[in-house]
């Protein structure tokens, strides 16, 4: 699964740095601790351990779950729809990434066009 992009900012946390216990990160998005645990076993969130292979959810995880509960609570999706919707959603921001730098090679590469060739009376001759 993809992960959200680090934090380029000396001392500021990057998004997908571990930085809550479960019980933190359950009460931060308003579920029960079993339900974080049933989306790790279903896939949709993948928590970094320690080495006492305690939980560490990061704000990536926790913006999934947010995610995800929007979609169930709200649009009444199950969680293999949530699934298939939270990846469709990083593909696309992949896809669109992909997009920007052929766009950007494309502007470098017009900026860049060599002049046209002479087509005058006197182009081919020797």
């Known amino acids: 699964m993809a992960r959200g992009r ?7 946390l990057g998004n997908d740095e571990p930085c809550y216990v479960i ?3 359950a009460r931060m998005v308003g579920v029960h601790q079993q339900t974080l645990r049933y989306y790790e ?4 969130i993948e928590p ?3 080495g006492g292979n305690i939980r560490m959810y990061s704000n ?3 913006q999934r779950v947010r995610q995800a509960q929007r979609l169930i609570d709200d ?4 969680l293999a729809g949530v699934d298939i919707i939270l990846r469709m959603g990083e593909r696309l921001r992949e896809v669109q990434a992909a ?3 052929v766009r ?5 590469l017009r900026a860049t066009r060599l002049p046209a060739p002479y087509t005058g009376p006197d182009a081919y001759e020797d």
């Open 99 to 101: 997009l920007e730098a």
């Open 6 to 12: 680090s934090s380029e900012q000396p001392g500021e």
């Open 104 to 108: 950007a090679e494309l502007d470098r």
């Open 60 to 62: 990536f995880d926790i």
């Open 48 to 50: 970094k351990r320690t």
């Open 23 to 25: 019980s933190i990160a």
């Open 41 to 44: 076993r279903a896939g949709l």
């Open 75 to 78: 649009l009444g999706v199950n």
